[in-house]
């Protein structure tokens, strides 16, 4: 009884297969997303408006891809959405000092109003339901036939190569390379690095638009790559999260792709979960990730230490 009762609970290879598919399919956007913002809070701007970006990014994707009927010119037309709506942000935090908490969550209601808005002006008062060219998955040869692994990390969308390769790309650029030394001494020390010579403001606002940069991609890739279509605030709470996998992944490009992934993950164990047939109120398998999330960020977080002027305005108030 209790041998088959065990059996029944443990999933098989399909199984498996299909779960850590499913985790890398969610873990993308939220992975591409935060090393952005990793970019941008290493220069000391905690960009709170990335949930506007990525929303912007979905409907810019959207109506790129179904205007030019090409996905790949969605792809484009969604990362500069999202920087659109960054310059919302940047611009006012960089240039007027105005508190970043404030004016993200302004750019946040913004996003999420205004594609709303545009979405039903376009598309009617209801809405409706958009067939848009998709990202087709680009199998890598032998390597895509390897068991579980294989259709999980070796036959997914262009961005989500994007997403893999990014990382490696921005270790070397944050920790081997000059500009990406002045990045992190504008988040460090900004009296510091303007007393040297180096363009703090210019410096900021350019880390700050990268970040709305991958957002945007991060929202054009949910549109064009996940869902396939497109709804209203189908973001879900994807720009929060991803500031949250920053903290886990400790501000380093590798550590925040591993906790992306986590967290990606972690929401595809609830419907493995509720594959198995565990009879629990599905609220405690929607809210698994984040207890998760939260679990991971409490034995994580007295180990790493934010950029020192993180959040803070420059030059100073007095």
């Known amino acids: 009884m209790i041998e088959a009762l065990l059996q029944a609970a443990t999933p098989t290879g399909a199984g498996w297969a299909a779960f850590v598919e499913a985790g890398v399919r969610l873990g993308i956007p939220l992975v591409l997303a935060a090393l952005g913002e990793m970019v941008s809070e290493r220069a000391g701007v905690l960009n709170i ?13 959207a109506l790129g891809a179904l205007a030019t009927g090409s996905a790949g010119v969605g792809v484009v037309a969604g990362g500069a959405a999202g920087v659109l709506v960054g310059l919302a942000f940047a611009i006012p935090v960089v240039w007027l000092n105005t508190d970043q908490i404030i004016t993200g969550t302004a750019v946040t209601l913004l996003g999420l109003g205004g594609t709303a808005a545009i979405y039903s002006s376009r598309f009617g008062a209801t809405g409706t339901q958009l067939t848009l060219p998709t990202l087709e998955p680009i199998a890598i040869p032998l390597l895509s036939g390897i068991p579980v692994l294989g259709p999980a990390f070796f036959d997914l969308a262009p961005t989500a190569y994007l997403t893999f390769a990014l990382a490696p790309l921005l270790a070397w650029f944050l920790f081997r390379t000059e500009w990406g030394l002045e990045v992190r001494a504008v988040g460090e020390d900004p009296d510091a690095a303007a007393a040297a ?33 497109f709804a209203e605030n189908m973001s879900a709470g994807r720009g929060f999260i991803a500031i949250a996998v920053v903290v886990l992944g400790r501000w380093r490009p590798w550590a925040v792709l591993f906790a992306g992934l986590f967290f990606g993950a972690a929401s595809a164990l609830q419907f493995l979960l509720q594959t198995l047939g565990w009879d629990v109120g599905y609220q405690l398998f929607l809210a698994l990730p984040y207890i998760l999330t939260l679990a991971a960020l409490g034995g994580w977080i007295g180990r790493s230490r934010a950029p020192a002027a993180l959040g803070l305005p420059w030059p100073r108030r007095h």
């Not at 408006?49 to 994707?61: D, F, V």
């Not at 403001?201 to 929202?219: D, E, K, P, V």
Request: charged share 10%.
């Open 49 to 61: 408006g990335l949930e506007g970006s990525i929303i912007a990014g979905a409907l810019g994707g």
């Open 197 to 229: 010579g180096l363009p703090v403001r210019r410096l900021r606002l350019a880390a700050a638009l990268f970040g709305t940069l991958l957002a945007g991609l991060a929202g054009a890739h949910l549109a064009l790559a996940y869902a396939g279509t």
